[in-house]
């Protein structure tokens, strides 16, 4: 059987492996995806109940990959602020776009449609080939090409691959990058709730010391729930009925819209902490969750991926006009001090804030109290985290600016 050449090998057609498919494909380089499974199609008539909060510079990279519109005609759920505050009393802080002058801070999305729009976007470019479903039999990095067999027996050749596989990334392992892990002994129970209050375009958490629960607004008017919660408290919420789990919801969102309705379409999965020791090796990138997984309690985790694939457009793009090897490991070393930085604060940050809440410790209690406070009262404070909400502030890449 023939080999099929491109400069790039993407493993993993996802969300971020798509986007960077798309983005490469426009600075002129050939690509292949590679995705063991098909992805289940966005439907109409259902509401998904994974969803991403999708931030202004990650629907500019959207839109100019041309699937926003596409998006934003089946369904969207823009959320002009976000409300949090902790169970051990504080009246908690409020962020609102209209601070800023803008219009929302953001949209909340189903994953599948994401997928769906960028999909579609990769197939209105020649020069992305996309190999689906199937499995990778065999890799082989060498140090001037990659090889692929796939399962059904078609052989690819490219100068780059790339890992936009996962938290348990094949490509990691084969290029022998090792992982920081911890698991934080939660899982996240996700549904579809409905409320006797409307949610008013506002998105709400709170801070319980088994972990986090977070309603956000969905375009129906309903809310897409992530709840948090220790292994104990999970194994708990699981095993109730609809009705007890609805009363659980209203209980622990102190019936801030009323009482819940219905929690339909439940699912959990276990919540754990990745990050790769390294984010390239030669001839190898890493993007998105093959890079870094971190806590869903700020919802950050697919924007730091749409930051990853941009990163890898700029950096290839211009390797490509200097060198034109999309594997060049100077090209693939800039990308690596561009991201992991950054993704590691992150990480930090979200460890930090699941130190502080997700806990009875009264004096931790009281740290966090005076916190949300004193940053409910500055106004810098709360500026700084619209602006970068908004894409306002970072070092974004030029797709995202």
Same mark, same amino acid.
């Given at each position: 059987m023939a080999e099929h050449r491109a400069d790039v090998i993407i493993v993993g057609g996802g969300m971020v492996?798509?986007?960077?498919?798309?983005?490469?494909?426009?600075?002129?380089y050939t690509v292949a995806v590679v995705e063991a499974r098909q992805a289940p199609a966005w439907r109409r008539e259902h509401t998904s109940n994974r969803v991403s909060a999708i931030t202004h510079a990650s629907r500019r990279l959207l839109e100019r990959l041309g699937a926003w519109e596409a998006i934003a005609a089946a369904r969207v759920?823009?959320?002009?602020?976000?409300?949090?505050w902790d169970a051990a009393g504080h009246p908690g802080v409020t962020f609102d776009a209209a601070d800023r002058g803008e219009a929302c801070l953001g949209h909340i999305v189903e994953n599948t449609l994401v997928q769906d729009a960028l999909r579609a976007a990769v197939g209105r470019r020649s020069n992305v080939s996309l190999y689906c479903p199937v499995t990778v039999d065999d890799l082989a990095i060498e140090p001037d090409r990659v090889g692929m067999r796939l399962g059904d027996g078609r052989r690819l050749r490219a100068d780059l691959l790339v890992g936009a596989d996962g938290a348990r990334s094949m490509v990691r392992e084969a290029a022998g990058i090792g992982a920081d892990t911890r698991d934080?002994?939660?899982?996240g129970i996700v549904a579809t709730v409905t409320t006797e209050i409307h949610h008013g375009a506002v998105a709400r958490q709170r801070f319980l010391p088994t972990g986090p629960v977070a309603l956000l607004p969905l375009a129906d008017g309903r809310c897409s729930l992530v709840?948090?919660?220790?292994?104990?408290?999970?194994?708990?919420?699981?095993?109730?009925?609809e009705l007890a789990f609805s009363n659980?919801?209203?209980?622990?969102?102190?019936? &801030? *819209?009323? &009482? &819940?309705?219905?929690?339909?379409?439940?699912?959990?999965?276990?919540?754990?902490?990745l990050h790769a020791n390294e984010y390239v090796a030669p001839r190898v990138a890493l993007v998105g969750d093959a890079a870094h997984v971190i806590h869903p309690l700020a919802g950050q985790g697919v924007n730091l991926g749409f930051l990853d694939a941009a990163a890898l457009v700029d950096v290839l793009a211009e390797g490509r006009q200097r060198h034109g090897d999309a594997g060049a490991y100077g090209a693939l070393r800039r990308y690596a001090r561009w991201r992991r930085?950054?993704?590691?604060?992150?990480?930090?940050?979200?460890?930090g804030?699941?130190? *502080?809440?997700?806990?009875?410790d009264p004096v931790r209690a009281i740290v966090r109290?005076?916190?949300?406070?004193?940053?409910?009262?500055? &106004?810098?404070?709360?500026? *700084?985290?619209v602006d970068h909400a908004v894409g306002r502030r970072g070092d974004l890449p030029s797709l995202m600016r």
């Open positions: 492996g798509l986007a960077l498919a798309a983005g490469l494909a426009d600075t002129g759920s823009p959320f002009e602020a976000i409300h949090a934080y002994h939660q899982r709840w948090s919660a220790t292994e104990e408290r999970a194994d708990e919420l699981e095993a109730l009925d659980a919801l209203t209980d622990a969102t102190e019936g &801030v *819209l009323g &009482v &819940v309705i219905a929690a339909e379409d439940r699912a959990a999965f276990p919540l754990r902490r930085a950054d993704n590691a604060l992150m990480q930090t940050a979200m460890d804030f699941h130190w *502080l809440f997700s806990n009875n109290n005076l916190g949300l406070g004193l940053t409910d009262r500055l &106004v810098p404070a709360k500026t *700084l985290f």
